[in-house]
């Protein structure tokens, strides 16, 4: 049996020209820049891979280009999601077929919080998988915002869901529930809502964290600290990313992309999905907060 999942795994952007479309130059160098991170694994595509705006060819050449590139060096997670279970166990096919060490998927909203019909859902995307599922539990309205205990009840009856990304609030303690509930039947539980609770949940026995992947190189020293007993150290980079992580909160997407391209990552930063985007007074912010966090590998240039 493989070692289960564990570590820094961020969910990779999609980065998109002027025009909208696909910049394939920015996704490679993207990648590039968190394998020079030192992270664990990636996530693609996911709500912050703007996965809602991908045509299903898009989303399909993303991955194949994405396992391309990675070529075996570090698991990929693929998102699966889909309140469609047909599309969803599609994604997971393709995700077998890449070689993907788990795929996640979102409890659907439509389902709220039927136990019964969200099980039901969950054991037709599983069936024939042939790899792990991740359950990923977002608030609503993008998830159904289970209960902890509803989530467990989940995962105990799907034997095929081996792993729970849970990012409804308070989720340390949601997490904490969640251990307890499952009692042993997943393999881990991963924190995510941007990397703003990592502290509180590596604490309660988190595998690790899936934030977007601005800050893949922080994320990655903060998570190899805590493993390696370095509370302090894990401690002080949580203190020196939460400013840009609240930033983050607000402008997403944006966000991303915009520390991205002053990071020398990427050259584009449009973004097909919705939500606030800067003003000057937010990019002069912005600067001095990654002044003030004093970044490194801010030397990286795209491909």
């Known amino acids: 049996m493989s070692k289960p999942l564990a570590g820094a795994f961020p969910v990779l952007p999609t980065p998109f020209r002027d025009?909208?479309?696909?910049?394939?130059?920015?996704?490679?160098?993207?990648?590039?820049?968190?394998?020079?991170?030192g992270v664990d694994g990636v996530v693609y595509p996911g709500v912050a891979s703007e996965v809602d705006t991908l045509t299903p060819e898009e989303r399909q050449s993303q991955v194949r280009l994405l396992?391309?590139?990675i070529?075996?060096?570090?698991?990929?997670?693929?998102?699966?999601?889909?309140?469609?279970?047909?599309?969803?166990?599609?994604?997971?096919a393709l995700g077998a077929e890449i070689g993907a060490a788990a795929a996640m998927v979102i409890a659907p909203f439509s389902l709220g919080n039927n136990i019964e019909a969200q099980t039901t859902y969950f054991k037709a995307v599983?069936?024939?998988?042939?790899?792990?599922?991740?359950?990923?539990?977002?608030?609503?309205?993008?998830?159904?915002g289970l209960l902890p205990e509803e989530v467990a009840a989940i995962a105990n009856a799907v034997?095929?869901?081996?792993?729970?990304?849970?990012e409804t609030a308070p989720c340390g303690q949601n997490l904490t529930r969640i251990k307890a509930a499952a009692n042993g039947s997943i393999d881990?539980?991963?924190?995510?809502?941007?990397?703003?609770?990592v502290t509180d949940e590596l604490a309660r026995g988190a595998a690790g964290t899936m934030p977007a992947a601005e800050l893949a190189d922080i994320h990655a020293q903060m998570i190899h600290a805590w493993h390696s007993g370095d509370v302090a150290t894990t401690r002080r980079l949580y203190n020196v990313s939460l400013p840009l992580l609240n930033f983050q909160a607000i402008f997403r997407m944006?966000?991303?992309?915009?520390?991205?391209?002053?990071?020398?990552?990427?050259k584009n930063t449009f973004v097909r999905g919705k939500g606030p985007k800067f003003d000057e007074g937010d990019h002069a912010e912005l600067a001095l907060l990654l002044a003030e966090a004093d970044l490194p590998y801010s030397n990286h240039k795209p491909v």
């Open 254 to 266: 944006h966000m991303t992309k915009e520390v991205l391209r002053r990071r020398g990552v990427i």
């Open 71 to 92: 070529d075996g060096r570090i698991p990929i997670i693929i998102g699966a999601s889909d309140p469609d279970p047909e599309m969803a166990a599609r994604h997971i």
């Open 67 to 69: 396992a391309q590139r």
């Open 19 to 37: 025009d909208g479309q696909i910049d394939t130059a920015d996704f490679l160098s993207i990648i590039d820049f968190v394998l020079e991170s």
């Open 159 to 166: 034997p095929e869901i081996r792993y729970v990304k849970e």
């Open 188 to 197: 881990a539980i991963f924190g995510g809502a941007g990397g703003r609770y």
């Open 126 to 144: 599983a069936a024939g998988a042939g790899v792990p599922i991740m359950l990923q539990n977002q608030p609503k309205p993008i998830g159904a």
